[in-house]
C-alpha cells in the first residue's frame, strides 16, 4: 500500500485546519499544507503527529501553483490525494458589489483551485490511484440573496468537478465534491442557529466537514453534504424551483443571510 500524501489547502484554521489533523491520523500519512498564515501554518505542523511541511502563500499569486508544486517534488515523489479547501466570501447585493465582486469570488474560489489542480494533475496521475476533493458549499446548489457572488463561483466548482470526475476516472483519479452548509467556528460560532431548535440541524463543526472529505477522497464518494440534510433541499430546487425560491426569500433564509456571519465562514479557509 503506498503511503498517503496530501496537499491541503486552506489549512491553518476551519475546515483545512480539521482535515490536516483528520488526515495526519491516517497511517504513513504525509501532509502537505498550504495557506497564507505561515505562523499558523508552522504552530499546526509542529503538533500534528504525521510528517508535516508547509507553503505559505497567497493561492492567487501568479507564482502559486508552481510554488507549490516544486515543495511537493522537493520532498515528495507522488502525491495521492489534494484537497481544494482554501476559499472566500464577501457578501454584497448585485446592484452593490457588481461585476467586481463577482470577479474577486472567481480568483479565489474557483480561478485558484482549477490553476492549483492544473499544475499538480500530472502528479496525482502518476500517483493513481489518486483523488481530488473540492470543497464547494450548499451555496454551490442553493443561491440566498446577497450571496450570489459566493454561489456563483460555488456553482462553477461543483459544475466543473463533475466534468473532471469523468475526464480523469479511467486513468483512477478520483474527483471529490464536498458541500459543507453552516459550519461553526470559533470565529463564527452560529450561536443564534445553534439555539433555535428549527435550525439547528442546519449547523455542523469543522471536524464533520473534515470527515466529509476522508470520505469523499480515500473513500472516493462523489459527493457529500454537511450536514446531511441540506442535500434534500438541493434535490427540492430541482424538482420544485417555485417552492424553495418562496422559502429562500422569506423571514427565516432573511435572518441567515443578515445576522449570522453565515457567508464568513469560508474567508477565513483563505488565510
Known sequence: MQAL?????GASSGIGEATARRLAREPGAQLVLVAR??????????????????????????????RVLAHVGEHHDRLTVLVNNAGAAWRAKF????????????????????????????????????????????????????????????????????????????????????LPGFIATEGFPQAELVQKRLTRWTVSTPEAAAEAIVEAGLGRKPERYVPRPYAGLAALRVVAPRLVRRILTGGSAAALTTRTGADEKDSAAAK
Do not use: C
Open 37 to 66: 498564515r505561515e505562523d499558523r501554518l508552522s504552530a499546526l505542523a509542529a503538533e500534528l503527529p504525521a510528517p508535516t511541511t508547509y507553503v505559505a502563500v497567497d493561492l492567487t499569486d501568479d507564482d502559486a501553483p508552481e
Open 5 to 9: 500524501v496530501a496537499v491541503i489547502t
Open 95 to 178: 446592484a452593490d458589489g457588481g461585476y467586481a465582486n463577482v470577479q474577486r469570488h472567481m480568483a479565489v474560489n474557483f480561478d485558484a483551485v482549477l490553476r492549483l489542480s492544473e499544475a499538480l494533475l500530472p502528479l496525482l496521475r502518476s500517483s493513481a490511484p489518486s483523488a481530488i476533493v473540492n470543497v464547494s458549499s450548499t451555496a454551490g446548489r442553493i443561491a440566498r440573496g446577497g450571496t450570489g457572488a459566493y454561489s456563483a463561483s460555488k456553482f462553477a466548482l461543483a459544475g466543473w468537478s463533475d466534468s473532471l470526475y469523468a475526464e480523469e476516472k479511467p486513468g483512477g483519479v478520483h474527483v471529490g465534491l464536498v
